[in-house]
């Protein structure tokens, strides 16, 4: 993020991690600005057009807020993509391809 910010502002960055590569952004806002504001000032709705940060969400630094959220300086807004798999899902066809692999290894 650059170093040099005009006083008033702050510096922000807005990423997005697409399939198989990483979007992002360094902006200036004005002191209280939202996240929401972060997301409209980085241009993300015009490089990625069909995704909606309303619908999927949005974090900084890991933890989900609102778009309302007012910013500090140098947070990093995060946009979410859709999940491919239900993570539960995912978990429990692990524990069955680990529980069937344990019982040929027995002879089972």
Known sequence: ???????GLLAVQVCFADV???WQR???LPAGATAAAAIEASGFRAAYPNVDPAVLGVGIYGKAV???TLLQPNDRVEIYRALR???KDSRRRRADHRKRQLRQQRGG
């Not at 993020?1 to 006083?7: G, I, L, N, R």
């Open 85 to 87: 798999f239900d993570p």
């Open 26 to 28: 360094d902006v200036q």
């Open 66 to 68: 609102p778009l309302t």
């Open 1 to 7: 993020m650059a170093a040099d910010v005009p006083s």
């Open 20 to 22: 198989g590569s990483i």
